[in-house]
């Protein structure tokens, strides 16, 4: 059983309130989302692992057993180019679970009328191997759901 | 992977329609001439979780590695 741990502090929405069908409709994993609260942050690594990708936007840790969790801060933030993120980690770098991986503040993407809501999508999963999401309040670094 | 690429060129209606590509971590973003050239079921056929049409804007859902793909569908379209 793997812990996913959430990478932001905020409200978890669940996967159905991301504004963007790819996420919306699980097509690249279950999952869920969470609307972070504002201000500059720190976004940390769900698991232990390698980071696989890492774009200012986005980031793969891939863990034990091969498995990716994905974590989007936002919606459509490519659009952004990296501007007002900061990389913490160079891609390929392993990493603890709870590790700050991205600087933020999710009101400068909302002032770019933007969605701020981050995907926590556990790549390419069954949909039945996620149990325990939690819904509501959640503290970054505290068990998000359970990958089994 | 090459043979991957290569498909989903076809199946986004060949080099010539495609304008404008670039991956953002799951999928592949791409402009193209004529959404009418675009083959989804083609598309799907290549191991694509999804394919969305919106006008010229064709996102093709692969996973994360839209990277890996797009520079080999950027060497294939070079």
């Given at each position: 059983m793997l812990s996913v741990l959430s990478p932001v502090s905020g409200t978890a929405v669940g996967l159905s309130e991301v504004p963007d069908p790819v996420f919306a409709q699980g097509m690249v994993g279950p999952g869920t989302a969470i609307l972070p609260r504002n201000g500059r942050q720190e976004a940390v690594a769900p698991i232990a692992g390698r980071v696989a990708k890492l774009h200012a936007h986005a980031f793969v840790v891939v863990g034990e057993g091969g498995r990716g969790v994905l974590v989007h801060l936002g919606i459509d933030t490519v659009k952004l180019n990296g501007e007002g993120f900061e990389r913490l980690v160079d891609e390929g770098a392993d990493v603890e679970a709870g590790q700050p991986l991205i600087r933020w503040d999710p009101a400068e993407v909302a002032a770019k009328g933007m969605a701020t809501v981050v995907p926590v999508v556990a790549l390419d999963?069954?949909?039945?191997?996620?149990?325990r999401a939690v819904a509501g309040e959640v503290e970054k670094g505290s068990q998000l759901f359970q990958w089994a | 992977m090459a043979d991957k690429a290569a498909a989903i060129v076809a199946g986004l209606g060949g080099a010539d329609n495609i304008k404008e590509i670039e991956a953002c971590i799951t999928r592949l973003r791409t402009e193209v001439a004529?959404?009418?050239?675009?083959?989804e079921a083609a598309l799907k056929a290549t191991g694509a979780h999804g394919v969305l049409v919106s006008g010229n804007v064709v996102q093709v859902v692969v996973g994360p590695e839209a990277d890996t793909l797009t520079d080999d569908i950027n060497d294939l379209l070079d």
């Open positions: 999963a069954g949909h039945d191997v996620i149990s | 004529d959404p009418g050239k675009v083959d």
